[in-house]
């Protein structure tokens, strides 16, 4: 069973590898251990993060 864990104020973290498929259709991969999903959009690697949601809000 895959594990997610939500982080108030954080990413959401998966356990990996994942693939992701965006809303334009394209796919993004990720081959780690445990996979960061940015959830605040300010990523400049969205989708996944950069610690960006740690910036002033």
Do not use: Q, W
Request: with cysteine.
């Amino acid at each position: 069973m895959t594990r997610v864990r939500m982080i108030k104020g954080g990413p959401l973290m998966i356990e990996g590898p994942v693939e992701i498929e965006m809303p334009d259709g394209t796919v993004a991969e990720s081959d780690r251990v445990m996979v960061a999903l940015c959830m605040c959009h300010r990523s400049a690697n969205y989708p996944f993060c950069d610690t960006s949601h740690r910036k002033k809000r």
